[in-house]
């Protein structure tokens, strides 16, 4: 016994040494994802803290010598500590200089006593002209409402006329004219800052629209006069490509029935607010609400159609590439410019530029990077739901496949099971962000997206095609037509399905951030338990104090008989 005991300690060394050199070997590689951690950190506490930005300046400052210091004497240990302290400082200080940034005539600096009274104000429309569109980022028809974002120009205060600045979103009521991106407006609005429930976890509505650069929010009521005083104010490209649009909506809504046609615009234009209420029931209880939402999943789509026709036709990879990435970015305008489009396209242009500097691309090294430059643009974007979801989801999925041997499965076995733990990793990654925003899990959605998303993705590609011959030669394609509205019969009677399974979806109690912090700390332990011993007593650790916090949380609940 005594004989083997120095062989079992040798056995062990190397394990643990070959742990530590596979570690090390990750953050070589990438090693952005450490660092979008810390820049993540650090616009949460800069949040939390209120804190002055010339801390945050002063601490980077600190941090940034200390680790160049660190690397001069070759201790890289305390290089990368220092490293990681600096992002943070980074990403705290970006969040405290953001209405820094803002310049002296902007409509933020408006005082409240300004806002009570109705104000003439003129400006540019900066979103696309379709009354079928919907969402924050474009314009939307409900009951005879009208939503548009303008970008203020003039406000007349006291008879005075002052140049302004910043973004509004406007509600017209039964108005006489539709107006258009591009189109300089001038009519009389009743302002105010947004307000939201003030749910604690709730949905933050003014959060929100701040993310998407809308600093107040506006009402005309029916009757009240907008004019048109000018036209094609708007970006070249953007006019031509939402012109197109409507175009290939109004086609679409020409060749195929309302229900129809409304989820296929959904799918592949961006377009949502004539979905009937039902269908959008019946995705979210079923888990699949995310495919109506044009995200990753569809701009991925078309990109890889793009190579595969661009590789048919002999274009060699980095003239491939730059054309894919020029589609791309014009396919985000054409979807409507919506914040998830432009996310979902800057996470694909950033892989396909790795391909044109013929450098080879770590998938989660390429996800950090583009949350990084999404962030340094605005970081609150940080604290929009789009934003967690797809890079939470789209970071679940690409860990569970470095984690996981599928390559080395035979083909059938590694076909079936990589549907499954895809699903699985998106489920379990997202589930305490949906959770908190909704207050309701749906566990169907594990098989749910099985045959939903494939199907989906099918309809993206396919739907895309359709759209555009329906705008060239719509008496051609009756029997696309009918082949599409199958499609898409089978994608919603699906959704239906799996919404009435029997707990299909789950009303609970939304997480504390206790619980969220326990949660991830606990699943991100367990993931790379192989690296450290002391991860174990982590990962032990963060899901007994989850364990805890839950019970702690129901124990009223089951006092009150209710479960």
Same mark, same amino acid.
């Given at each position: ?42 616009? $949460? ?13 002063? #601490? ?53 006593? $300004? ?50 600045? &910043? ?12 107006? !258009? ?111 109506? !939402? ?26 491939? !590439? ?48 583009? #949350? ?20 939470? !989801? ?50 169907? &959605? ?21 759209? $555009? ?47 969220? $912090? ?46």
């Amino acid at each position: 016994m005594k004989s083997n005991s120095p062989t079992k300690d040798r056995v062990k060394a190397l394990k643990a040494q070959g742990a530590e050199i596979d570690l090390k070997a990750t953050a070589l590689r990438r090693p952005l994802v450490p660092l979008i951690l810390a820049f993540l950190l650090g616009i $949460v506490s800069a949040r939390l803290l209120q804190l002055p930005e010339l801390v945050w300046f002063l #601490a980077g400052l600190v941090a940034a010598g200390l680790a160049l210091l660190g690397a001069a004497y070759r201790w890289l240990r305390v290089a990368s500590i220092f490293l990681l302290l600096l992002f943070f400082s980074l990403g705290a200080g970006r969040l405290g200089v953001q209405s820094s940034l803002l310049p002296p005539h902007h409509i933020d600096h408006l005082p409240e006593e $300004v806002l009570e009274q109705p104000l003439l104000i003129e400006g540019v429309v900066a979103s696309p002209s379709d009354p079928l569109a919907g969402g924050a980022g474009e314009i939307e028809s409900e009951a005879g409402r009208v939503r548009v974002l303008l970008d203020l120009r003039t406000v007349w205060l006291a008879g005075r006329e002052i140049e302004v600045t &910043g973004r509004a979103r406007l509600t017209l009521l039964h108005p006489e004219i539709v107006p !258009a991106y591009g189109e300089r407006i001038r009519g009389q609005f009743k302002l105010r800052r947004p307000r939201g429930y003030n749910n604690p976890g709730g949905f933050d509505h003014p959060l929100y629209l701040r993310s998407q650069g809308v600093t107040l929010e506006g009402w005309a009521g029916e009757g009240d006069p907008i004019e048109r005083r000018g036209t094609g104010e708007g970006n070249p490209l953007l006019t031509w490509a939402y012109t197109l649009r409507n175009r290939m909506i109004r086609a679409v809504n020409g060749l195929l029935p309302p229900d129809q046609a409304s989820l296929l615009v959904a799918l592949t234009l961006g377009a949502r607010s004539d979905i009937p209420r039902q269908t959008t029931e019946a995705f979210q209880a079923s888990g699949t609400y995310h495919i109506l !939402a044009i995200s990753g999943l569809n701009v991925s789509i078309l990109a890889g159609a793009l190579f595969f026709l661009l590789k048919a036709v002999r274009v060699p990879l980095r003239p491939s !590439a730059l054309l894919s990435m020029g589609l791309i970015t014009f396919y985000a305008a054409l979807a409507g410019g919506s914040v998830s489009v432009v996310r979902a396209a800057v996470m694909a242009d950033v892989f396909l530029l790795g391909l044109v500097l013929d450098r080879e691309a770590d998938s989660l090294n390429t996800l950090a990077l583009s #949350a990084l430059g999404l962030l340094l643009w605005q970081p609150l974007f940080l604290f929009d739901i789009g934003f967690q979801l797809t890079f939470v !989801a789209t970071g679940a999925i690409l860990v569970a496949v470095d984690r996981l041997p599928l390559a080395s499965l035979s083909p059938p076995w590694r076909w079936a099971a990589t549907p499954v733990v895809l699903s699985i990793a998106a489920f379990f990654g997202t589930a305490p962000i949906l959770a908190s925003t909704f207050y309701r899990i749906s566990p169907v &959605g594990i098989l749910a997206n099985l045959p939903i998303v494939p199907l989906s993705g099918l309809l993206t590609g396919a739907g895309m095609l359709f759209a $555009v011959l329906a705008t060239v030669i719509p008496r051609s394609i009756g029997w696309f037509a009918t082949l599409i509205g199958l499609l898409i019969d089978l994608l919603v009677n699906l959704a239906g399905w799996f919404a009435r399974v029997p707990l299909a979806s789950v009303t609970i109690f939304p997480p504390s951030v206790p619980m969220v $912090v326990c949660y991830y700390l606990a699943l991100g332990a367990w993931i790379a338990v192989a690296w450290r011993r002391w991860l174990r007593w982590m990962a032990c650790v963060a899901t007994l104090a989850l364990a805890i916090l839950v019970s702690a949380r129901m124990l009223p609940i089951f006092q009150n008989g209710q479960v």
